[in-house]
């Protein structure tokens, strides 16, 4: 699409949408204290306990059936209700895409095989009407991943409310790799067994040929900062990296089939770089090997078709519980952009598969919080943690089970989605 069409199909676009009747002003979040009163909590990390939740200036300040609260607080009755941590998705593109056949709002990619320098949260769309459909959906952490070439940029963890994209960072962005893959991109791909190896190595020659420039780049840095030597040439690429150099950041190895993980691990040995693969659609296949390396692994989509034509239908399904029997430490991602919402659809299936409730729960919680290093703070429902979370009147996992309230930063996120408008006014319509 030339430049002249690109704009000539965004003016129409606004066109259209100035011509459509002004709706109400958006219902906005409440903030304040609030006594979650009468609950079933589901702590994650501490069993299930019966009572009272208290929230103060965004935080769990008290939590069981001894709970006082001050007379100005927002009493929200929750009997015969449940209070789940805010569910965390591993790995999505929400706030990068919004509607997949309109190139101009896509925001995910950049031109070029290296880009470690380049933060998709920059590029977040708060306003997203993705953002309040996930939230009913239960999950309220998302980390939005950048694609395209071997380094495409930094993911970023971020809270789905705020009006700023730093506003809504949650505390976590590492650079993605995307490990060089002996897999077709395709059934249009009509590559010979010897030209995907090929590829493949070309591939990794690039990478470790990377991987060396970078440690140059830190020597020179580091001679710079202790003796005051000439300071290495501007390159933003290099010194994005540093961190990984240092053992200071984790790097996200996306890497799905067997033959590959198995690659990526020895990688990782040798250059002894703090990782967290990625994808995993094989990993039940070489679950053990995964455990044996100690590397955390974030894997989905779980409701996905299998990646060969040989295998049982349900090896996706099966995956995650697989290798977390096998000892790996696994969180769950969609993958999505629109139906980030299903998450819990995700774990639900993982759960019956093999994984079972307990540890499916942990999988979209405090696993992945741990992962990106703020078990301290997300994950569960603590004493002194941020106040996200989902008040259900079920089983978070079940399709029929209906959530009343979310909290983001302990504050009230408004019960209001752009579906949940149009579900409405169709009930309601008048003919």
């Known amino acids: 699409m030339t430049f002249l069409m690109k704009y000539t199909y965004l003016f129409i676009c606004l066109a259209l949408l100035s011509s459509l009747p002004l709706q109400a002003q958006e219902p906005k979040a409440t903030g304040g204290i609030f006594a979650l009163t ?31 609260y001050p007379d100005d607080a927002t ?67 998302a980390l939005t991943v950048p694609s395209g070439g071997l380094f495409p940029g930094q993911a970023a963890l971020i809270n789905l409310y705020g009006y700023t994209p730093d506003a809504m960072a949650a505390g976590f962005e590492a650079i993605v790799m995307r490990f060089p893959s002996t897999a077709r991109r395709g059934r249009r791909d009509s590559r010979s067994d ?17 991987w060396a420039q970078a440690q140059e780049y830190h020597r020179v840095d580091s001679l710079h900062r202790a003796t005051g030597s000439a300071a290495p040439a501007y390159y933003p690429e290099m010194a994005a990296m540093m961190p990984l150099l240092t053992g200071n ?64 239908y349900d090896r996706p399904y099966a995956n995650p519980g697989i290798m977390q029997q096998a000892g790996v430490k696994v969180a769950l991602r969609t993958e999505q952009t629109e139906n980030v919402r299903n998450l819990p659809f995700h774990a639900g299936f993982a759960a019956a598969y093999g994984m079972g409730r307990e540890e499916a729960l942990r999988s979209v919680t405090i696993v992945p919080a741990e992962m ?3 078990g301290d703070k997300l994950g569960s429902i603590e004493v002194g943690k941020v106040a996200n979370l989902v008040i259900a009147n079920g089983d978070i996992f079940e399709p029929r089970t209906q959530i009343s309230h979310i909290f983001i930063d302990g504050w009230l996120m408004p019960y209001s989605s752009r579906q949940q408008r149009l579900y409405e006014e169709f009930l309601q319509r008048n003919p």
């Open 38 to 68: 009468g609950a079933t909590i589901e702590t994650v990390t501490n069993g299930t306990v019966q009572g009272t939740l208290l929230i103060r200036d965004g935080k769990i300040v008290a939590i069981g059936d001894n709970v006082t």
């Open 372 to 374: 990106f290093g703020l």
């Open 194 to 210: 010897e030209e995907l190896e090929k590829d493949r190595k070309k591939a990794l020659e690039n990478i470790n040929e990377i």
């Open 249 to 312: 950041a984790a790097m996200l190895i996306e890497v799905n089939r067997a033959e590959d993980i198995l690659a990526a691990i020895e990688w990782v040995g040798e250059k002894k770089v703090k990782a967290i693969l990625t994808g995993c659609a094989e990993g039940w296949r070489v679950a053990k090997e995964i455990a044996a390396a100690g590397i955390p692994v974030i894997t989905g989509p779980v409701l996905e078709l299998p990646t060969r034509d040989s295998d049982a």
């Open 75 to 141: 009493v929200i009755d929750c009997q015969g209700l449940t209070i789940y941590p805010g569910m965390i998705d591993g790995g999505t593109r929400i706030g990068l895409s919004e509607i997949s056949s309109i190139e101009l709002t896509q925001d995910y990619a950049d031109v070029g095989e290296l880009k470690p320098h380049m933060k998709a949260l920059t590029a977040v769309n708060p306003n997203s009407p993705h953002m309040a459909i996930t939230r009913m959906g239960g999950v309220t952490t």
